[in-house]
């Protein structure tokens, strides 16, 4: 697949970004400030890879951050009142995670509801169903017990790669968080899914064009559930992620994180009218929303200005995307005249 | 002509079930908990309905057009707060409330302008105008509260009566009926339908999208500055971090739960008072019943998802 | 011949709520044939082929393959069974990858669900040798001329190994060289044995490439002939609905006025629009029923739109009543008091969830304008005087207009410009899909405009009702206005034989 000139730009604008706070911001460009980034955005960047999916649909999932808070007390409740063991907790609360999703994508087909308003209303659901299964208001003094189980608190390990392969003799290499190669396997496994497995072209084919996609005989129905519960199964990544490094999790974890994800997916090149767009660009999106906001805190801007700058770049980010669309349909306007 | 009128909101309410499903609930309520139907409560289900109403009814032309206008919680807490400016700066009641509403529409107009003449999808302008809204609410405000004092003018707003009925109320029921009004008496009640309706067939017919679209999000904006003014001084404070996230999706909610469709179309600002009604009623009686907040949440969602689902089925 | 077709439809029909859009139409294709389904727009060609596609669920009849019947409605079932089709707009996943929309829905894999996209190269590959068709596999399909998306989908349908390939007006957006190329590639096809229909409005076309042809008319097939034993002036006969019977009847008895008054109120020099229309002079006037004619795709519904203001023109200059008009949009030209009646109404014309009344006084929103307001009780009485005058059924202007017939559908669009007597009044094929009685009630309506005084300007298919109301007649060939004549000094041949000699 060749590499689509949004892209391009957004690699060049994550590089010059990047560039200009290694520069001028105090201490972005070290070992402590690039674990920050790793640890702090990595499970942003899982969220915007799976929220990719839906939008790839023309779709959108709202209800990612009640999905988050789920996963997040289903880990909660079997670890710390059922103390079942974590080889068993991280699968289920996954498998949560994407029946949750799975239920979005069968809402949207078999109700015909609006992405929008089924991923809505599930929020409300999902979010309800945490508040009522939360083993914080359930079981006394659990709200201040720990998660010590190691296959949990283990997502939460850094590694010295430079000590490994020799570099941390000439300059402080950081430590990579677990979290970081997470999203990278991830990040593999989804663009590859997308690119090469005929799962990926069908889904570009139904958000493309849906008519072409049913006529095909492409099942249109499968496809669309199967993206909803990819991205709830990342969302489910992420819960558990956010649960290692709290070692424990709360009901309002994940609160206003589909936004971000959305914003994050959005900066990365996938359009809203479906079927244009990859998992790798909303992964740079995410990490470019991170050194933007850590790099504009060393420079000692107010986190309120980044919140205004957030907005600015999701506006630069959709105002170009629609100047690429533009700029084809005169392409067009020209071969048409050429051709007369 | 009152037949046309009386006739158009027959044949939208028609095919509505809603209406009954709310009589139904009351009766339902009423019996599991007589102090449900008492006028204390019913007053206080439209008191708690206010400020989202205030928004509701204000965004509905914006869902009729296909859009959607996220940045209604930012918007209302950066009214609060610029209107707890002025006061300080000792302005007089009617240039702070001036202020305050101007700023929400002069955000709503800037949305609309954005959407319509860049044509760039509804959902994320709003999302990017959410983020820098409450951005600049935060240095504005800081993330403190700021105590509204000695302000009696400005206090009866929120928590004043008249006629023995507290005035948010008057003031909600005066923007619903003025809301009303708008749809079925002027050009840009109809236009806001034809657009939504067929937007291509609006444009070959002579009209001017685009002003039509700035205005409805002028409008939105305004009423989310509105409902920002009722809650300051209803809970006698400012702070940027009013209209937390998910007051959006409430007033969202409360619209197509009204029968407004958000791909745009039939809609009206009369369904969407039903809708919050609905919804007003639905968590005014579970609170009476005790239900806890997470079920109510639960039944909150499920009630969406049955609501639009059976409605799309048949 | 003993052999049986290699798609055959029997009977089929397709009813939709009250409108019959197919009716007991038979078709079918043999090995090594391409037939041509010819009809206007509204005939039932397209819900035809989509019956064969499995797209749409007919009503009635069947289909058979070699002699076998299929399972109708299953888009799989009719591409497992080697059927393709060419639809009229992209049928193409944009965003994507020639090779993978070659193999849309059905690309081979190497087990788990992986794409072998060696095996695909090389099947891709193979096809554009033998084909002769030449294209990058890896660029996407949005960024390639129309022509090369017309190859990808021609390349779909062969990937198939598709028995019978049904092409719905593929050459809609081909210049000349591009249709030889393509029509190079149905020989080629037709030569290894495939069946293949072929829709199109152009007649060198199906002269060109086609052995037999399939007429049809208001959902009926009305002839089915061999290529060979038909000529020019026959087949555009057929496609206007040249019917003898009828055309002794009305058609001469009405009064015509060329040139109406003889005040010119449009005057239209050079008007060109790249790659659309070129040097385009007429002059419409004040009291003249104006038609163009000539066949669907001469883009005179691209000249009309730009003369409303909804498109641009590139050159060229516009007079209206002697004063230079250049609308940059609808709101301009509808002030200067001009009035569009768009083709599709569904599309373009009706907001079908608003009442009659509302659609009626749509683009005169500030007539009913009272300090601001809308005045409803005015609204409501000029609806009811329209409703009446126009005989819309049922006479309630408060019903939805998606509840009215076509008919009454398209008399409220008409009606909901008349009652801003418009000087000039252009309308799009004001008679497509509405029946016989609101027919004669449009050319009633369109002749009490005329004899207003307003100009009217029609664009029409319809030779019939060309010779039925117009004034003077023009002639629009691919994209060039090529005559003008007086209606009382014309016949009806030499205006068939006009619009058959096509400048290919």
Redesign the interface.
């Known amino acids: 697949m060749s590499v689509r000139p949004t892209t391009l730009a957004l690699l060049l604008f994550f590089g010059t970004t990047f560039l200009f706070f290694s520069l001028f911001a105090p201490r972005f460009a070290t070992a402590s400030n690039m674990e920050n980034l790793m640890s702090g955005f990595s499970f942003l960047a899982i969220l915007a890879i799976g929220q990719s999916f839906p939008i790839l649909l023309r779709g959108i999932d709202l209800s990612i951050g009640a999905i988050v808070a789920l996963a997040g007390m289903v880990a909660f409740d079997l670890t710390l009142i059922f103390h079942v063991p974590g080889y068993l907790v991280l699968p289920a609360a996954l498998a949560a995670a994407t029946l949750a999703g799975t239920l979005n994508g069968a809402l949207i087909v078999y109700l015909r509801l609006q992405p929008f308003i089924a991923t809505l209303a599930t929020l409300a659901v999902y979010r309800g169903l945490v508040y009522s299964i939360s083993g914080r208001q359930l079981v006394r003094g659990l709200s201040t017990t720990p998660i010590t189980d190691r296959w949990i608190t283990d997502l939460e390990t850094y590694y010295d790669l430079g000590s490994a392969v020799g570099l941390s003799r000439f300059i402080k290499f950081p430590w990579f968080p677990l979290s970081f190669f997470v999203m990278l396997a991830l990040l593999a496994v989804f663009q590859s899914v997308l690119i090469t497995t005929r799962f990926g072209r069908d889904i570009y084919a139904v958000g493309g064009n849906l008519e072409a996609a049913r006529l095909a005989g492409i099942n249109t129905r499968r496809t669309t559930i199967a993206a909803y519960a990819i991205c709830g199964f990342c969302a489910g990544i992420a819960a558990l992620i956010l649960v290692a490094r709290l070692t424990t999790s709360t009901e309002a974890l994940g609160t206003g994180m589909e936004l971000t994800a959305i914003a994050a997916a959005v900066i990365g090149g996938v359009s809203l009218s479906g079927g244009v767009g990859s998992v790798f660009g909303p992964a740079i999106g995410a990490f470019l929303l991170g050194v933007i906001l850590l790099g504009l805190t060393l420079l000692g801007v107010s986190q309120f200005v980044q919140q205004i700058l957030t907005g600015a770049i999701l506006l630069g980010a959709i105002g170009y995307d629609r100047l690429l669309v533009v700029r084809r349909q005169r392409r067009t306007a020209v071969f048409l005249a050429e051709r007369a | 002509?009152r037949?046309?009128?009386a006739?158009?909101v027959g044949?939208r309410l028609v095919p509505h079930a809603l209406p009954l499903v709310i009589l139904v609930i009351v009766i339902v309520f009423s019996i599991a908990q007589p102090a449900f139907i008492k006028p204390e409560n019913l007053i206080g289900i439209v008191r708690q309905m206010t400020l989202v109403g205030i928004m509701a009814v204000c965004t509905t032309f914006v869902i009729m057009t296909g859009g959607?206008d996220?940045s209604v919680g930012p918007v209302l807490a950066t009214a609060g707060l610029v209107s707890f400016f002025t006061m300080q700066a000792g302005m007089p009641l009617p240039i702070v409330l001036a202020t305050g509403l101007g700023l929400g529409l002069a955000i709503g107009v800037v949305n609309g302008a954005?959407v319509a003449f860049?044509?760039?999808?509804p959902?994320?302008?709003t999302?990017?105008?959410?983020?820098?809204?409450?951005?600049?609410a935060?240095?504005l405000g800081g993330p403190d509260l700021h105590l509204i004092r000695d302000e009696p003018a400005f206090t009866f707003i929120g928590t004043g009566t008249l006629f023995g009925l507290p005035f948010s109320i008057i003031l909600f029921v005066a923007v619903t009926l003025a809301m009303i009004f708008v749809q079925?008496?002027?050009?840009l009640?109809?236009?806001v339908?034809?657009i939504g309706?067929?937007e291509?067939?609006?444009?070959?017919?002579?009209?001017?999208i685009a002003a039509t679209k700035v205005t409805i999000y002028g409008i939105s904006g305004l009423g989310a500055a509105l409902a920002g003014i009722v809650q300051s001084s209803q809970v006698h404070t400012a702070a940027a971090t009013y209209g937390p996230?998910?007051t959006e999706?409430d007033v969202?909610?409360a619209v197509?739960l009204g029968g407004t469709?958000?791909?745009g179309?039939?809609g009206s600002v009369a369904r969407t008072v039903v809708g919050l009604l609905f919804l007003g009623v639905v968590s005014n009686g579970m609170n009476i019943l005790n239900v806890?907040?997470?079920?109510?949440?639960?039944?909150?969602?499920?009630i969406?998802?049955v609501a639009?689902?059976l409605g799309?089925?048949k | 011949m003993v052999e049986p077709p290699l798609i055959r439809g029997i009977g089929l029909g397709k009813v939709y709520g009250n409108l019959v859009a197919l009716d007991d139409a038979d078709l079918s294709v043999r090995a090594g044939e391409v037939r041509a389904l010819i009809g206007s727009n509204g005939a039932g060609k397209s819900t035809l082929i989509k019956i064969l596609t499995g797209a749409v669920m007919p009503t009635a009849g069947s289909v058979e393959m070699a002699g076998e019947p299929v399972r109708l409605g299953s888009p799989p079932e009719m591409i497992r069974r080697g059927v393709a089709c060419i639809y009229q707009h992209s049928n193409l996943a944009p965003a994507m990858p020639v090779l993978d929309n070659i193999f849309l829905g059905r690309q081979p894999t190497l087990g788990f669900g992986f794409v072998d996209r060696k095996r695909q190269r090389r099947e891709a590959r193979e096809l554009m040798q033998r084909f002769a068709i030449d294209l990058d596999l890896d660029a996407t399909v949005a960024a390639l001329p129309t022509v090369k998306q017309k190859e990808v989908e021609i390349l779909k349908a062969l990937a198939l190994d598709a028995k019978v390939i049904l092409m719905d007006e593929p050459t809609g957006w081909l210049a000349a060289a591009d249709v030889r190329k393509l029509h190079a590639s149905i020989r080629a096809l037709k030569a290894r044995g495939v069946g293949i229909v072929y829709i199109s409005h152009m007649l060198d076309e199906i002269f060109a490439v086609c052995d037999t042809m399939t007429v049809m008319r208001d959902g009926h097939v009305i002839a089915e002939v061999d290529v060979a034993d038909m000529d020019r002036p026959r087949l555009v006969a057929l496609m206007v609905g040249d019917d003898l019977a009828k055309s002794s009847a009305g058609a001469s008895l009405a009064k015509r006025i060329p040139r109406g008054n003889g005040i010119v109120r449009l005057r239209c020099r050079g008007l060109g629009k790249r790659g659309l229309f070129r040097d385009i002079s007429f002059d419409v006037n004040a009291g003249e029923i104006f038609c163009i004619t000539g066949l669907i795709g001469s883009k005179r519904t691209e000249l009309i739109r730009s003369l409303f203001g909804a498109d641009r023109f590139d050159s060229g200059s516009v007079e209206f009543d002697g004063k230079p008009a250049v609308f940059r949009n609808p709101s301009q030209a509808i002030g200067a008091s001009i009035g569009f009646v768009p083709e599709d109404r569904h599309r373009d014309g009706l907001m079908l969830g608003l009442s009659v009344a509302e659609n009626l006084v749509m683009s005169a929103l500030g007539r009913y304008r009272r300090f601001g307001l809308l005045d409803r009780r005015k609204m409501a009485d000029a609806s009811r005087r329209s409703v009446s005058s126009l005989d819309i059924q049922p006479p309630d202007g408060d019903k939805q207009v998606r509840l009215l017939s076509g008919g009454n559908q398209q008399k409220v669009l008409i009606g909901k410009w008349l009652s801003l007597s418009p000087r000039l009044i252009i309308l799009d094929e004001p008679t497509v899909g509405v029946d016989v009685g609101a027919k004669a009630e449009i050319y009633a309506m369109l002749r009490a405009e005329r004899d207003r005084g307003a100009a009217v300007l029609v664009v029409s298919s319809d030779i019939e009702e060309v010779m039925t109301i117009a004034d003077r007649v023009a002639i629009m060939v691919a994209g060039k206005l090529t005559a003008v004549h007086d209606a009382d000094k014309v016949t009806r041949a030499e205006i068939i034989r006009d619009i058959g000699e096509s400048a290919a």
């Not at chain 2, 291509?200 to 001017?208: E, F, I, V």
């Not at chain 2, 806890?292 to 499920?302: E, N, W």
């Open positions: 002509m037949v046309v009128s006739g158009a044949r959607v996220l954005i860049l044509q760039l999808p959902i994320i302008v999302l990017a105008t959410l983020s820098m809204v409450r951005g600049a935060l240095i079925r008496r002027t050009p009640g109809l236009l339908a034809a309706d067929n291509r067939a609006a444009y070959l017919s002579g009209h001017k996230f998910g999706l969202i909610a197509v469709s958000i791909a179309g039939s806890p907040i997470d079920i109510q949440l639960m039944a909150k969602g499920a969406i998802v639009l689902g799309e089925l």
